[in-house]
């Protein structure tokens, strides 16, 4: 059957925590969202790890092409740009982290969204911080072979 949602919103499994007025706060998001929007980043590695305030409304920022957001705690993706990302096969299958992949991807111009680094809706730790390695990350020693895989810049 058809879905009738034009947007999704996905999570990492290792939520930490959640701003304590999430749905409301998403909506105002969603308003405030150019028609453009593609992609949101509501929490994220390069963020504060603060949390938005209950009585304070998200700021967006603009993500300049080029631009790399890695720790995808949770985003915002259209229906649009989910198809589109499917069906890109230098995308799928992942040969890389989903973050790194998003950051690389070339995007229209104000297609691409994140809350201001200040106060996000969603902290997560960082896999550096974390108990256990990632699905698609190990963290072992740097001189190990499997790091010779990863992108420049991520070391």
């Known amino acids: 059957a058809a879905q009738a949602?034009?947007?999704?919103l996905i999570l990492?499994?290792?939520v930490e925590s959640v701003s304590p007025a999430f749905d409301k706060q998403i909506q105002v998001l969603l308003r405030a969202l150019p028609t453009e929007w593609q992609m949101c980043y509501v929490g994220?590695?390069?963020?504060s790890n603060e949390l938005l305030e209950q009585s304070t409304?998200?700021?967006?920022?603009d993500v300049p092409e080029g631009f790399a957001i890695t720790g995808l705690y949770g985003y915002l993706l259209r229906r649009s740009a989910a198809l589109e990302l499917l069906a890109d096969r230098s995308i799928f299958p992942l040969r890389h982290q989903i973050d790194v992949v998003l950051s690389r991807r070339t995007w229209k111009s104000r297609s691409r969204c994140a809350l201001s680094p200040?106060?996000?809706?969603?902290?997560?730790?960082r896999s550096e911080d974390g108990e256990c390695d990632t699905d698609v990350q190990t963290l072992g020693a740097v001189d190990k072979e499997s790091h010779s895989q990863?992108?420049?810049?991520?070391m």
């Not at 409304?57 to 920022?61: A, D, F, I, Q």
């Open 44 to 47: 994220y590695h390069e963020s």
């Open 57 to 61: 409304h998200p700021t967006l920022m």
């Open 118 to 125: 200040d106060a996000v809706l969603l902290t997560s730790p």
């Open 5 to 8: 949602c034009d947007w999704a």
């Open 12 to 14: 990492e499994d290792d």
């Open 150 to 154: 990863l992108l420049d810049g991520m």
